[in-house]
């Protein structure tokens, strides 16, 4: 796969803005949340910006993954659920935090282990978008956004490659 024409680079201040607009949507529902389980890696930095805003103290991961290098999404690998603890009565009251709903893919897996949870993220593309209940930004399908953990002044390998 090639890169996308369109780029949406993020800045790490325009991200942290943005995640703190999602608490901001989320803290406007009213509703009280039992727990996070964070989707891993991405969902780690805007689960910890949401935890501290609405003051949510119980914080989980569920580990999938779906970009096995930096540009292709492969098959999804669960590599751990949520503890026990955030699935009973299907994740009702648990809200689900990633960074990113690109094609609803890693959405749909943990919706059959955490149904009545609520999910949210600070980006949607249109494949990904009816799968998530709240969201701040659209961008298109064809758009590739550049977090700011995966920048330098270029692109930067992570330390450890897959092998």
Known sequence: MSLPEKAFP?????????ARALAWR???LNRE???????????LVPAAIVARELNIRMIETACIASYHDYLNQGDLALLKGPAEVFC???????LVVDDL???GKTVRELKAILPRAHYACVYAKPQGRAEID?????????TW????WDL???YQEPIAKSP
């Not at 956004?145 to 700011?148: D, V």
């Open 101 to 103: 709903a690109d094609t």
């Open 88 to 94: 009973a009565e299907g994740g009702e009251g648990v």
């Open 145 to 148: 956004i550049y977090f700011p």
């Open 134 to 142: 709240t969201f701040v930004t659209e961008v298109s399908q064809d």
């Open 26 to 28: 989320l803290a406007s």
């Open 10 to 18: 993020v800045s790490w201040d325009q991200f942290h803005r943005d």
């Open 33 to 43: 949340f039992r727990g996070i389980v964070s989707i891993t890696r991405g969902g």
């Open 152 to 154: 330098g002044f270029t």
